[in-house]
Nanobody
Framework: QVQLVESGGGLVQAGGSLRLSCAAS????????VGWFRQAPGKGREFVAA????????NYADSVKGRFTISRDNAKNTVYLQMNTLKPEDTAVYYC????????????????WGQGTQVTVSS
């Protein structure tokens, strides 16, 4: 079992930055790939970024590439999402998920989810 807790969301002006954290419980966290997804009001949950269990490989949605960076510290059981140059369209609830299926873009393969953290970007 893995329990995930997101934090770091908030209100920021366009062009600003935030760093989200996904803290995990469980001794086997380093065996899981982790993905960040987001869900805006009235829309489905969409892929943002993912990182392999070792941190050696990452992938990003085109909409965030070059602005967001995903990283992890397995010693701290934490995955981060550094978000720079934020835009109003980045406004959403951000969720982290854990999977044994690699750094997948498919939310269906994620076994565990956190409760989400709200990010609001004002124009």
């Amino acid at each position: 079992q893995v329990q995930l807790v997101e934090s770091g969301g908030g209100l920021v002006q366009a062009g600003g930055s935030l760093r989200l954290s996904c803290a995990a419980s469980g001794r086997t966290f380093s065996s899981y790939a982790v993905g960040w997804f987001r869900q805006a009001p009235g829309k489905g949950r969409e892929f943002v970024a993912a990182i392999t269990y070792s941190g050696s490989s990452t992938n990003y949605a085109d909409s965030v590439k070059g602005r967001f960076t995903i990283s992890r510290d397995n010693a701290k059981n934490t995955v981060y999402l550094q978000m720079n140059t934020l835009k109003p369209e980045d406004t959403a609830v951000y969720y982290c998920g854990a999977t044994t299926s690699g750094s997948s873009r498919l939310k269906a393969v994620y076994d565990y989810w956190g409760q989400g953290t709200q990010v609001t970007v004002s124009s």
